[in-house]
């Protein structure tokens, strides 16, 4: 039972929340596909510390075969986990699509001029976002914690090195989001009011040319869209710049990670194996953190679009099912009726006394 204190959820929230068991699903997918991915790590581990220690061929055969095993089984995973959001995208399109547009349709009526295809696509892009790897990004993050403590484990500097590292991505992430959403949401308005522009003008194509007034709706609706241009080359500049310093970091701390375990192994406080499997455990951990700051411009926009798509449902109610009435009958009463063709005095319809005419509708 809902607490009385809960707010309760618009109509959009509870399509997606109907998907909660698909989602389950995916982020079960996603933990054995993170488990699975401390493999690469723990084959190097073996194979310098027992293979090149022991010199044993067969036992670098039957790590080998175990990897490559595991590595088919995280393709399997990986796959299934695609598979299903694409499948989650295609019903919920088919379950908002209809009631998208009739809200669209009634939001037009209701204010004539406004861009009535705009929320279909704002539907697309929700539903592509779901799709695509920006939301694995969202279920491989948590993980990474995991990642950090099987650092701390080969030794605690290392583990400290890595949650400096993370938090100075993760501090990239934040400035990314604060430097771009006022630009892009920004940018998302003006260019809207552009296509609505041209979409409301184009309409009305012969008038424009009869009266010639091209060229100056042409201006207006450049002026409209070199301000959406600006803006949006301004927020994709930011993110670019913060997305490639972070891509560097990421690349240098990978590389720090192994001549600080260098030197722990030249202190012999860990084993080589232990290095190369941390640097490879960094890179797993900082990966979804790179991955949310490359499509935090497909965030933004996803963000935006469900946004207006609640608005617009909550402005435009789902119709209510009309009563069914019975098939209405017809009944027809006239009176000195007389009708003729235009020009012609032959009469068609001519009625002197009352007639009383009765037919199923």
Do not use: C
Request: no cysteine; proline share 3%.
């Amino acid at each position: 039972m809902m607490k009385k204190n809960m707010m309760p959820r618009t109509e959009l929230a509870t399509v997606l929340f109907s998907f909660r068991k698909a989602f389950y699903t995916a982020g079960l997918f996603s933990l054995f596909i993170n488990l699975l991915g401390l493999v690469p790590s723990i084959y190097m581990l073996q194979v310098y510390d027992r293979v090149l220690q022991s010199r044993n061929v067969t036992t670098l055969i039957m790590l080998t075969v175990i990897m490559l095993g595991f590595y088919v089984m995280l393709s399997m995973l990986e796959l299934a986990r695609s598979k299903l959001l694409i499948r989650v995208g295609a019903q919920l399109d088919m379950k908002l699509n209809n009631r998208v547009f009739v809200a669209s349709f009634e939001s037009n009526l209701k204010r004539a001029g406004g861009n009535a295809g705009q929320a279909l696509g704002d539907l697309t892009n929700v539903r592509q976002f779901l799709t695509g790897n920006g939301l694995f990004a969202f279920f491989d993050a948590p993980w990474a914690p995991i990642y950090l403590v099987v650092i701390f484990m080969f030794h605690p500097w290392l583990g400290v090195f890595a949650i400096v590292a993370a938090l100075v991505l993760f501090s990239l992430a934040l400035l990314t989001e604060l430097s771009t959403r006022k630009p892009l949401a920004e940018a998302q308005h003006v260019a809207a009011g552009a296509n609505n522009y041209a979409t409301n003008n184009l309409r009305n194509a012969e008038v424009i040319e009869a009266m010639g007034m091209l060229d100056n709706l042409r201006s207006r609706w450049m002026q409209k869209q070199m301000r959406f241009l600006a803006l949006q080359n301004e927020a994709s500049d930011k993110a670019a710049v913060i997305s490639s310093a972070t891509k560097s970091v990421r690349i240098a701390v990978q590389s720090l990670v192994l001549g600080g375990g260098a030197l722990l192994v030249i202190d012999g406080s860990l084993t080589p194996g232990g290095m190369i499997a941390a640097s490879i455990l960094l890179g797993k951990a900082l990966g979804p953190v790179e991955l949310a700051i490359g499509v935090w411009k497909q965030l933004l926009g996803a963000r935006t679009a469900f946004h207006r798509l609640e608005s617009l449902l909550q402005s435009n109610p789902e119709r209510k099912n009309s009563m069914l009435l019975p098939t209405p009958m017809g009944a027809l009463q006239l009176e000195e009726v007389t009708a003729a063709a235009p020009g012609s005095q032959v009469m068609i319809l001519k009625t002197s006394a009352s007639t009383y005419r009765q037919a199923k509708l």
